[in-house]
């Protein structure tokens, strides 16, 4: 059973920098396509950051491009969500997720979550 858990969130003031953990359980993440996902109060689930089983690909949408990073380890099987330069709008319960396909960075394609950590950016 594949399973995944977040670490790391926490508040931060705008500008600053956290590092999110996610520990896969039950698969080898380089088997797998694995992806950060936010979701805001009142907003729809949105992708931040995926990294793809083909190649390690990374993919990032324009609203995170060049302050957020993922990547892996896969000898302590655990992917990251580096994010720099935060800002309020940043603001949101952050999830991993995976899936064995390799999907498009888009929550509905995903098939094992994680239960998500808060990250709360202040001005």
């Known amino acids: 059973e594949v399973q995944l858990v977040e670490s790391g969130g926490g508040l931060v003031q705008a500008g600053g920098s956290l590092r999110l953990s996610c520990a896969v359980s039950?698969?080898?993440?380089?088997?797998?396509?694995v992806g950060w996902f936010r979701q805001a109060p009142g907003k729809e689930r949105e992708g931040v950051g995926c990294?793809?089983?083909?190649?390690?690909?990374?993919y990032y949408p324009d609203s995170v491009k060049g302050r957020f990073v993922v990547s892996r380890d896969n000898a302590l099987n655990t992917v990251y969500l580096q994010m720099s330069g935060l800002k309020p709008e940043d603001t949101g319960v952050y999830y991993c997720?995976?899936?064995?396909?390799?999907?498009?960075?888009?929550?509905?394609?995903?098939?094992?979550w994680g239960q998500g950590t808060q990250v709360t950016v202040s001005a």
């Open positions: 997720a995976a899936d064995y396909d390799d999907p498009v960075c888009s929550p509905r394609e995903f098939g094992y």
């Open positions: 990294i793809r089983v083909v190649g390690g690909q990374t």
């Open positions: 039950g698969v080898r993440i380089g088997d797998i396509t």
